[in-house]
């Protein structure tokens, strides 16, 4: 039984595979992939490897000017994420990559002359990063009291970001999110939006619910239509979902896109990219300023470097093992949930999972939000007590990662089953 107090955090020593190893003694099957960075699991060689080999040689301290890395890993990423891509510039981390997006889309269109387009819209209840920007654009995960901070705070123009609703997504709500969107735009003003950023698939911010097929292309077309630049925030979903991430598997075409977690293979490491016209704009080729001490740095690079090409090296048993071992995982956990009588249902995409606590389907914000969150609670302490580790909110994702073997998955399954067995315990 793994029991601690409130104030006691887990203090991870090591970890290896899906495995981690707390300095209390306990071993902790993660089902969280190290905050998504690592899809193909904690302590590889390959990467350890290669970033040693780069302090060695003790290049990593001049992280300022380009390097053979930085290069390297732009290569690698614009042969694997959709065509539109031609470009990225590296940042510490998935924040400041969507931070540094927003800022370029309000100057990209200054310096083509269309000086009041300085809004950005993006969906309410979304979660894109800890700035100021970023919280504002996503009105950050159900936490009003952000919103609150948000208005209080002395720089922010409270008209910066609108939010447009989010899970207005599906033919059974009585507007779907593109006519939101829309009308957000022209309520606003075209002439007033910059642009629009969302996740292509609610992830972080709602847990699992993939858009219907309709949802993106309509989106493309309205931002086109009002001039409004699409940035896709796959900080999260980029190289787990595909080695395109989401934009591959949902078929969008975005202006910018930023990525993060698991380019850097663990290292901080983050990026915003687009097309080569737009990314021409930043300095030094262009006029938009954009720096980092410590963007791009080769360390960062080099694990960055070592983890895309494994994944694209070994896509075929990545992403199909993945899928096979993430289905088995909700489906286990669902049966012993049913088994239990209680109610949960499964939403899962690629590798990630989300069991709502909730007896209806969901489809949207309004159907997640409904979910039992106390009973959620007392499912992830008691995953816990059973030696697994769930990421800690009812609206978040689950995540497997290649090193989880069969063994672990019935592990997972079985400690499920312990869990809901102990909540019905508590209940009586
Ligand atoms: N966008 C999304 C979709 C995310 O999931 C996260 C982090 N969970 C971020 C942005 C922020 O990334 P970071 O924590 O690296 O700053």
Redesign the pocket.
């Known amino acids: 039984m793994f029991m601690r107090g409130p104030h006691d955090p887990i203090r991870i020593e090591r970890a290896e595979g899906p495995w981690l190893y707390a300095s209390d003694g306990h071993k902790i099957l993660d089902a969280g992939a190290g ?2 960075v690592v899809n193909i699991g904690q302590g590889r060689r390959e990467i350890a490897e290669v970033a040693a080999r780069t302090i060695a040689k003790l290049d990593y301290i001049v992280p300022v000017w380009t390097s053979p890395e930085r290069e390297k890993l732009v290569e690698r990423l614009t042969r694997w994420t959709p065509p539109g891509l031609a470009r990225f510039y590296f940042t510490s ?6 931070e540094a997006a927003l800022k370029f889309a309000i100057l990209y269109h200054k310096a083509r002359g269309k000086q009041s387009k300085s809004k950005i819209i993006g969906r309410r209840f ?5 700035t100021i920007a ?1 919280l504002s654009a996503g009105g950050s995960s159900r936490r009003a009291d952000y919103e609150h901070i948000l208005l209080d705070w002395p720089k922010i123009d409270p008209t910066y970001c609108y939010r447009c609703p989010w899970g207005k997504t599906y033919p059974s709500c009585e507007i779907d999110c593109a006519t939101a969107l829309e009308k957000e735009i022209l309520k606003q003003g075209p002439d007033s939006i910059a642009a629009f950023i969302a ?1 292509p698939m609610m ?3 709602g847990g699992v619910v993939p858009p219907i097929k309709e949802y993106w292309p309509k989106i493309r077309e309205i931002c086109t239509r009002y001039n409004v630049l699409l940035i896709a ?4 979903t980029g190289f787990r979902l595909a080695l395109g991430g989401a934009q591959q598997v949902f078929g969008i075409d975005p202006d910018l896109t ?1 990525l ?2 698991i380019i850097g293979g663990g290292l901080p490491c ?1 990026a915003f990219g687009g097309k080569a016209k737009m990314m021409d704009l930043l300095a030094p080729l262009g006029p938009v300023y954009q720096a980092g001490t410590l963007s791009g740095n080769p360390l960062a690079m080099a694990a960055g470097i070592a983890t895309v090409r494994y994944l694209a090296g070994h896509a075929v048993e990545v992403y199909a093992g993945l899928e096979k071992e993430t289905a088995a995982v909700a489906k286990g956990v669902a049966a012993a949930a049913r088994d239990a009588g209680i109610k949960v249902e499964t939403n899962r995409a690629g590798s990630m999972v989300t069991w709502f606590f909730t007896g209806a389907p969901v489809t949207d914000f309004a159907t997640a939000a409904a979910s039992d969150t106390e009973a959620f609670g007392r499912f992830h302490r008691a995953m816990l007590d059973q030696g697994v580790w769930l990421p800690p909110s009812q609206f978040e994702a689950a995540f497997l990662s290649t090193a989880h073997s069969s063994a672990d998955i019935e592990f997972t399954v079985e400690a499920a089953r312990k869990a809901f067995a102990s909540m019905l315990a508590a209940r009586n």
Do not use: T
């Open positions: 905050a998504v981390g998935g924040s400041e990559a969507v979304s979660y894109h990063g800890n970023a996740e992830g972080s911010s925030d796959e900080v999260m930023c993060g977690k983050a």
